[in-house]
């Protein structure tokens, strides 16, 4: 299922909450204030907090969000210059209406709240990064079962809590494979903590469970009350060198290691939309940040188009591709808000996409979709052509998607106020043909050196973000990109009959008018990297649209104005974020792997130290670099993902290594 079910609260006559197996029936702020405040002192967490540059909390169990509120003003209070990052996890999420009318009736207000609830993500199992403005708190909510959800995680928390769950009712949340999945999640020296624990058989097996896992386990009196809680601390962990063949070693995350006290620095190459998203997410870590392109000025490349479309896209077995682009729209809805509260100038539209099924046995597939996973209707509804035809203001001729939340942006515009915001370091007119690592020195870095007598330039990080150049240097050029030329057509208002309100799309896009144009696209043309326009892709474009609208009224395609771009592909057509492999070592480490042998163990895979890609988008860039710049920041910051484990390992760069490795050998 790709959705979960929501809580059902029933709202008393005071206007709170009865009870559900999150929340106590005598629930109220004050008392939700005051279990949170005995969670964290049964946890130290005041002491130990003030002694680390940033703190990682997890939870199972969000139910109101009270202890994310509650716990982020405290640390606001205490560490406004030190980053929180909160992860919690919850089989079964209020709906945003009733929680939003609990915040009202507790006269819950904050900017904390406000922006909790404007961010609050629909019940769509999984993963949902939120950010918080002027405030350095980041929150991870993880919508699903316990026991699913955190076997995909990749994490090292300084303190979990669990909440008052054990009991008979719910004890399969401390089962022992959960307890060995908390105390693989637990950093050496962290805690967790359980409030209200009682001297049942339930609870005697809670704590049965977390000691086999690993844990020491106490019991205490809270010191905010009479009530007992259940401690644990995590003091050992062993350190895995060796892998069996199912745990893909070959894919290990690899974080960046700092080798001196000075500000970390990173040079991106590449000034598209990649790069500057990129750039903001590790600038907002700290990092000292350039980017470099051959091109006179930001997004000249595939980012320089009038507009990019965001929407996902879904299928019936919810493949990796289905799975990325849903929780990339999730995000990059959040992240383009927030760009637009900040810069109110920022073209975003979200004016809703109708997509059109292109035959009818698409349009099966299509209401399947929507039947078997429960779909919000905020989220996706199906249509049909009488309806479509409506909500587009066209003469749709298929039954169709519609897709509410979906719209448009100026890819430049966005690079723009990235850079404005951030502060971003441009460096034009400079095209770097070679990396060097310098490993010499104390200091070791990269050398990225330039055409022509330019000096080099010196980073401890390099960040290949230049599309299908990305191969272009000798650490990376068994990365197999390919370019795909798209052209996009730019009809004239006047000279269109129909006059759509949304976005149309199916084998083609069309816009709705922006700045007295329609944008028509766009060809999809293999290993063509030119970017002359061509009177036939302006006809294919106008005949993918009439299988949309039917018949239009044909103008001469040679008098159209129109853009054509080169994009990044990979084979699987999914993106390529993370460490760049040194080819030659990963033969030797794994050649045996790529023949299957499992009975033997291996090593992680060996990497250039803080080399690293983002790239091959293909035209679902909107959709999938915010989220990906983000994890792969997170990835050499050493932070919590915002990738769970299956979707990082279908992006690392890596797995075509293993690839065209078990293609040469079986």
């Given at each position: ?5 929501a809580?059902e ?13 999150s ?9 939700a ?16 907090w003030?002694q680390?540059?940033s703190?990682?909390?997890a ?13 982020a ?5 205490e ?18 209406d009733?929680?939003?009318q609990?915040?009202q009736?507790?006269?819950l ?10 961010q ?5 199992k ?10 350095n708190?980041?929150?991870d ?12 995680l ?5 303190t ?21 999945e908390l105390?693989r ?31 020491e ?5 809270s ?8 401690t ?7 350190v ?6 199912k ?6 995350n690899?974080p ?6 000075q ?28 980017i ?7 997004a ?27 929780l ?11 760009l ?13 996409v ?10 099966q ?9 429960a ?13 479509a035809?409506?909500?587009s ?17 100026i890819?430049?515009q ?36 330039p ?6 330039l010196?980073a401890?990080v ?6 299908n ?25 006047q ?27 766009a060809?999809f ?8 326009i ?7 474009n ?8 039917g ?7 040679s ?10 592909v ?13 080819q030659a ?24 130290d803080g080399?690293y ?10 959709a999938w ?8 920041a ?22 075509f290594?293993m ?8």
């Amino acid at each position: 299922m790709l959705t979960v079910k929501a809580a059902e609260l029933q709202f008393n006559s005071d206007g709170l909450p009865s009870s559900t197996p999150s929340i106590s029936p005598h629930f109220s702020l004050q008392q939700a204030e005051a279990d949170c405040h005995q969670l964290l002192a049964g946890n130290q967490i005041s002491q130990r907090w003030q002694q680390a540059d940033s703190f990682h909390i997890a939870e199972i169990g969000f139910a109101t969000g009270i202890n994310f509120l509650t716990i982020a003003k405290l640390w606001q209070q205490e560490n406004n210059n030190k980053q929180l990052i909160f992860s919690s996890i919850e089989a079964r999420p209020i709906a945003i209406d009733q929680l939003r009318q609990l915040y009202q009736d507790l006269d819950l207000s904050s900017p904390l709240a406000e922006q909790l609830l404007a961010q609050y993500p629909d019940r769509l199992k999984g993963q949902q990064r939120i950010h918080f403005d002027d405030a350095n708190i980041q929150l991870d909510l993880y919508w699903g079962d316990a026991e699913e959800i955190i076997s995909e995680l990749e994490f090292n928390a300084d303190t979990w809590f669990l909440g008052a769950y054990a009991n008979a009712e719910t004890l399969p949340v401390y089962s022992p494979k959960l307890s060995h999945e908390l105390f693989r999640l637990t950093r050496i020296g962290g805690r967790l903590v359980s409030a209200n624990q009682t001297d049942n058989s339930a609870s005697q097996q809670t704590q049965t469970n977390l000691q086999q896992a690993g844990f020491e386990i106490e019991r205490q009196t809270s010191p905010c009350s009479r009530k007992q809680l259940l401690t644990g601390v995590k003091h050992t962990q062993d350190v895995n060198q060796n892998f069996k063949l199912k745990e893909k070693s070959w894919l290990q995350n690899q974080p960046y290691h700092k080798h001196s006290d000075q500000p970390k620095t990173a040079l991106i190459i590449g000034a598209g939309l990649s790069g500057f998203c990129t750039a903001a997410a590790l600038i907002k870590r700290g990092w000292q940040v350039r980017i470099v392109d051959r091109n006179q000025a930001p997004a000249m490349a595939g980012s320089g188009n009038q507009n990019a479309i965001l929407m996902p896209r879904l299928s019936v077995d919810h493949d990796a591709q289905s799975q990325l682009t849903l929780l990339g729209f999730q995000y990059s809805l959040r992240f383009l808000d927030q760009l637009k509260a900040q810069f109110p100038e920022l073209k975003w539209d979200a004016c809703g996409v109708i997509q059109v099924a292109r035959d009818a046995k698409q349009w099966q597939r299509m209401q399947r979709l929507c039947e078997q996973e429960a779909i919000p209707e905020s989220l996706l509804a199906t249509v049909s052509k009488e309806q479509a035809s409506s909500y587009s203001n066209c003469a749709i001729t298929e039954s169709a998607w519609w897709i509410p939340q979906a719209g448009w942006t100026i890819p430049a515009q966005v690079c723009a106020l990235l850079q404005q915001q951030y502060a971003i370091d441009f460096i034009p007119n400079t095209e770097i043909v070679s990396l060097e690592y310098n490993a010499d020195s104390d200091a070791k870095h990269w050398l990225a050196k330039p055409s022509g007598n330019q000096a080099a330039l010196s980073a401890d990080v390099v960040i290949l973000a230049n599309a299908n150049h990305a191969n272009h240097f000798v650490q990376s050029e068994w990365c197999p990109l390919s370019p795909k030329r798209g052209q996009i057509s730019l009809i004239p208002s006047q000279d269109f009959s129909q006059q759509p309100r949304c976005i149309l799309c199916s084998d083609v896009y069309l816009t709705p008018e922006i700045d007295n144009r329609y944008v028509l696209g766009a060809s999809f043309i293999s290993n063509d990297t030119a970017t002359d326009i061509r009177d036939s892709e302006h006809a294919d474009n106008f005949i993918k649209l009439e299988r949309m609208l039917g018949p239009l009224s044909r103008q001469d395609k040679s008098n159209l104005d129109g853009r054509a771009a080169i994009r990044a592909v990979s084979p699987d057509r999914l993106p390529m974020v993370g460490p760049v492999a040194n080819q030659a070592r990963f033969r030797q480490l794994f050649e045996r792997a790529a023949l299957g042998d499992n009975h033997r163990s291996y090593a992680a895979a060996q990497y250039y130290d803080g080399l690293y890609l983002n790239t091959a988008f293909g035209s679902r860039g909107l959709a999938w670099i915010p989220l990906c710049s983000e994890a792969l920041a997170s990835e050499i910051n050493a932070e919590p993902n915002p990738l769970n484990r299956s979707l990082r390992l279908a992006v690392h760069p890596s797995r075509f290594l293993m690839r065209a490795l078990q293609q040469e050998l079986n």
